[in-house]
């Protein structure tokens, strides 16, 4: 089963979540989305990698909203053994001083062109270990700071032993965020320089082979989204894994800095937007930081209706998706315009289906979907609700939004019942509806079926965003503040349109840039100016799907970081 992989020397991609498909449910958002397009890539370019994550039997959790909209969290179990196939290894690792089995089961992620990719799934849930030990690999991002620590030695240090069991070759290691970064110190065991070389008082590992292997991508200025562990912790559960000297050099003096040990422990590292490269380089002064924009992958979010259109005008798109740079040329307005009503309508009926909410497919609908987390503020739009109803009452629109908290983020979920009082505040004046379990399809539906894709984070705590450019490739413009891929991506009035400015410190203003460039700018195009409009919508599709791709980042990691 194997045998079509271990013949040559692959790339072994470490992830804590990463979206397969849409049954699997294995992701929380932005990080493993990207995961899944990036390994999508690879298939499609026929990179040799090879994906390691856990294999999070009940999932991050399914949502579900209550008539007040509380969010409710239900387990999302789902049956590995109906999308992949259990391997023969067994690997073990010590946490505790007890001895944890790990099993692994194989999904092969096939491309839609003709490449295929392993991905590992580690999995503790076997007969051998006991009680809580089996649920080291069930909870993505669930339990206390010690589960989680499990779950990196789990993935890390255990994942580096799987591929060596199953007989995989690997050219380079790629962590994709910290958590995975404990899969350096399983390295250094494995490279430690033969005892008669070493001089006293010196580290027995070999640091810089170790460096040399590994590269390191981070993903967020956001403090909650880097692991820190305290050393009592870290003690208990690694044991002697690693002499603690050492450890401390590497991860920091007061805590196990996970982020830290990536960074010290790689020789290529980089942030996914060039601001939030730079914002990075000011967090870790003294490191090469480089910057790879994130993108998507081209098929997979694409609308059928646009993927037709592309197929007829532009063939070859999916391979070269810098072809689209001819998309304002190539293809009539009419036709855009068709495809993105086809879009629109299956959206407007999803809708209908999923919250009973029913849209006018003569009017706009404004989208926005994420991660509810404090700093992407989904409530700026309705700062000032008088003000929104106004616009409106001028030139109607609706809204659909979408949106998972994390369990634990009290904060996000007052977010989800302040949205649902203002969609009880707007009735009659703004419809507005709100899908419950945001998920890849919802993303999909959302992104090419509404008239504007909106995102307001907090600069510059938006280290790159993807579902923007989700929303080009879908013909759908922007409106977003200036912060990660958005500062690279927005021409005004061309491919979308800015909120507030490019300034790292302001944000106090931009409820009313937004109200302004609604009422003055965006609404009057779409209802006085089809042409103009449609004209923007080729641009987002002919500059940014054309850059903002996961296959031009694909190519820059293979020819950068993997190739060195
Ligand atoms: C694309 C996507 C995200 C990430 O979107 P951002 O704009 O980066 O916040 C999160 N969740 C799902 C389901 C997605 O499809």
Not at 2 to 21: C, G, K, T
Not at 44 to 70: C, H, M, N, W
Not at 144 to 152: I, T, V
Request: glycine share 8%; with cysteine.
């Amino acid at each position: 089963m194997l045998e079509e992989f271990i013949h040559e020397p692959r790339i072994a991609y470490f992830s804590m979540e990463i979206a397969l498909r849409n049954e699997i449910p294995t992701y929380s958002g932005g990080l493993g989305i990207l995961a899944g397009d990036t390994i999508r890539s690879a298939a499609d370019l026929e990179v040799p990698l090879v994906a390691v994550t856990l294999v999070s039997r009940a999932g991050y959790f399914r949502q579900e909203i209550d008539a007040k909209g509380r969010q409710i969290e239900h387990p999302d179990h789902w049956e590995p053994s109906r999308w992949t196939a259990p391997l023969e290894a067994k690997v073990a690792v010590t946490i505790e001083r007890r001895t944890i089995w790990i099993s692994g089961w194989l999904y092969i992620l096939e491309g839609h062109m003709n490449g295929r990719q392993p991905v590992i799934l580690l999995d503790t849930d076997v007969d051998e270990n006991h009680g809580d030990d089996r649920r080291i690999t069930h909870y993505l991002y669930g339990g206390d700071e010690s589960y989680r620590l499990k779950q990196e030695i789990v993935l890390g240090m255990g994942g580096v032993r799987m591929l060596q069991a199953l007989g995989f070759k690997v050219r380079q290691y790629h962590m994709n965020e910290g958590h995975s970064a404990l899969l350096g110190v399983e390295l250094l065991r494995r490279y430690v320089y033969p005892k008669e070389d070493r001089r006293p008082g010196e580290t027995a590992y070999d640091i810089p082979r170790v460096r040399e292997l590994c590269n390191f991508t981070t993903h967020t200025p956001v403090e909650a989204g880097h692991d820190r562990f305290s050393y009592d912790l870290a003690q208990r559960s690694l044991g002697d894994a690693i002499d603690i000297t050492t450890l401390k050099h590497l991860a920091g003096n007061d805590s196990l800095n996970m982020t830290r040990l990536a960074l010290n422990l790689s020789e290529y590292v980089n942030g996914v937007a060039k601001r939030h490269a730079e914002v990075s380089r000011k967090m870790f002064p003294g490191y090469h930081i480089h910057s790879v924009t994130n993108g998507v992958h081209p098929f997979g979010w694409t609308a059928k209706p646009y993927i037709a259109l592309y197929n007829k005008h532009l063939p070859g798109w999916c391979h070269e998706p810098d072809l689209l740079v001819r998309a304002d040329c190539c293809i009539n307005d009419d036709a855009i315009w068709e495809a993105h009503r086809q879009a629109k309508n299956e959206l407007i009926e999803k809708v209908e289906m999923l919250c009973g909410v029913i849209l006018d497919p003569e009017l706009p609908i404004l989208g926005f979907a994420r991660r509810m987390t404090a700093y992407k503020r989904a409530d700026l739009l309705f700062t000032d609700i008088e003000r929104l109803k106004n616009i409106a009452k001028q030139r109607p629109f609706q809204i659909v939004l979408s949106g998972k908290a994390h369990p634990g983020d009290q904060e996000g979920k007052r977010l989800i019942e302040r949205l649902h009082e203002h969609r009880r505040d707007l009735a009659g004046s703004i419809p507005m509806a709100y899908l419950p379990n945001y998920d890849m399809e919802i993303a999909l539906a959302m992104v090419s079926g509404v008239d504007l894709w909106l995102n307001t984070p907090l600069r510059p705590l938006e280290a790159s965003g993807t579902s923007g450019m989700k929303a080009a490739f879908n013909g759908v413009p922007n409106l977003s503040v200036l912060d990660g891929w958005w500062i690279e991506g927005c021409i005004e009035g061309i491919t979308g349109w800015a909120i507030g400015g490019d300034d790292e410190t302001v944000g106090g203003d931009d409820s009313q840039s937004l109200y302004n460039k609604l009422e003055q700018i965006i609404l009057p195009l779409y209802f006085e100016n089809r042409s103009g409009w449609i004209g923007v919508m080729k641009g987002t599709i002919s500059k940014n799907a054309s850059f903002f791709n996961s296959h031009r980042m694909m190519r820059r990691y293979t020819t950068e970081a993997y190739i060195r």
